[in-house]
């Protein structure tokens, strides 16, 4: 049986896997301890190789490390799915609670940090007084409840200022445009959630094919009516765009009412097959809609001008979402469940407001856009 050096076994899985990485893994018992040679070296077999093979794909996917020992742990020929989804749940459960934990910890340093500058005085008291907190007692308890009613009552005598606060918040954005840094930020204040910025994927000329469909006056086709609302109708108008819905009634409301009526209705498939090539596609509920634009892009049916993908669902959204990141069509998108019509009309209505405002901006030509995904070769980044 062929063995091999620890240094061999990282050559062979690649993806940035190093020695010590490898020997990290046999501290937390994700790798089985290797047999050694007479000179004590660690000899592995190609039954180690796929072992870390996979812990490299499920890490890539977002497992934690002591998820995925977790994962391995149960071995398919002695548990079946079942079980498997049962230790999925507890762990999902476990994360679900952490995630709590830590967005209570994200809210309360946001209420400190994201505070204008008619706040800062109260805040700078508030800041002094929580070193000198005792808060063992009822009394304490009392005086924290305090001085967060002082800090919260300066609200009332001003209105927010919503840019100033992101500016303390937000994470840096230096490395992005100023047009993307704009429709980011504008992202996170239609959901309210900072996390959010980790998770937004533009494609390299994202920005650029998006201004110039817009100065043609391109047609903004979306999935249902609910998404159409929320568009800035009156600088389209200006710009000469006009709006199409594909899903083209009016009581479809909800992603699950947009993805019943797109897999029931094959006109609706007719139609989204119809679409003119300079289109900008906006997709804010139904995954169905994005997966099927992404197969009419492949059999070269289609061939729009940009594509923002942020569909709603807990499978088929993700997925959707990852097949049109490996499309050719520039995109905007939100990886994983994170979307909706607000957030999909938000990100169009910021590059139409950043086109009328800005219309000589040649930022986005100069800026790096955000990194290929995980599955692409990282020399696909290029300037938008």
């Not at 007479?38 to 870390?52: A, C, F, K, S, W």
């Not at 920005?207 to 009516?225: E, G």
């Not at 997966?291 to 569909?311: M, N, S, V």
Request: glycine share 6%; charged share 20%.
């Amino acid at each position: 049986m062929t063995t091999l050096t620890i240094k061999e076994l990282t050559q062979a899985v690649g993806q940035g896997i190093t020695p010590r990485m490898v020997r990290h893994y046999h501290q937390l018992g994700l790798l089985p301890q290797p047999q050694r040679s007479p000179g004590n070296y660690r000899l592995y077999t190609h039954r180690d190789i796929v072992r870390l093979q996979r812990i490299v794909a499920l890490k890539n996917q977002g497992f934690q490390l002591n998820h995925i020992r977790q994962i391995l742990e149960i071995e398919p020929e002695t548990d079946n799915s079942k079980s498997l989804t049962e230790q999925l749940q507890k762990q999902y459960g476990a994360v679900m609670q952490q995630i709590s934990q830590l967005r209570q910890t994200a809210s309360a340093l946001e209420s400190l940090l994201g505070r204008d500058r008619h706040c800062q005085i109260m805040q700078a008291e508030v800041l002094s007084q929580l070193k000198l907190l005792e808060v063992e007692t009822q009394v304490g308890l009392g005086e924290l409840n305090q001085l967060w009613s002082g800090l919260d009552a300066e609200v009332h005598n001003h209105a927010e200022a919503f840019t100033e606060s992101l500016q303390r918040i937000l994470p840096d954005l230096s490395e992005r445009s100023e047009i993307e840094q704009h429709l980011i930020a504008q992202l996170v204040l239609a959901c309210g959630d900072v996390s959010l910025v980790s998770f937004v994927k533009l494609s390299s000329g994202a920005i650029a094919t998006s201004r110039k469909s817009l100065k043609t006056a391109c047609k903004i086709v979306v999935d249902i009516p609910t998404v159409a609302a929320a568009l800035d109708q009156t600088r389209l108008t200006h710009l000469g765009c006009e709006i199409i819905t594909l899903i083209d009634n009016p009581h479809i409301t909800t992603a699950p009412e947009a993805e019943t009526e797109f897999w029931e209705q094959d006109k609706w498939r007719q139609k989204l097959a119809q679409i003119s090539n300079n289109s900008i596609l906006v997709i804010g509920y139904a995954p169905s809609v994005l997966l099927e634009t992404c197969e009419a892009i492949k059999q070269q049916k289609i061939a729009p001008a940009l594509i923002i993908g942020l569909p709603i669902g807990f499978s088929h959204a993700p997925a959707a979402k990852r097949r049109l990141m490996q499309q050719p069509i520039p995109y905007i998108t939100i990886e994983g469940t994170l979307g909706g019509g607000l957030l999909a009309a938000t990100a169009l209505n910021s590059l139409v407001e950043t086109l009328i405002t800005k219309p000589h901006c040649h930022c986005h030509l100069t800026k790096i856009s955000v990194s290929a995904p995980q599955n692409q070769p990282t020399n696909n980044r290029s300037s938008n």
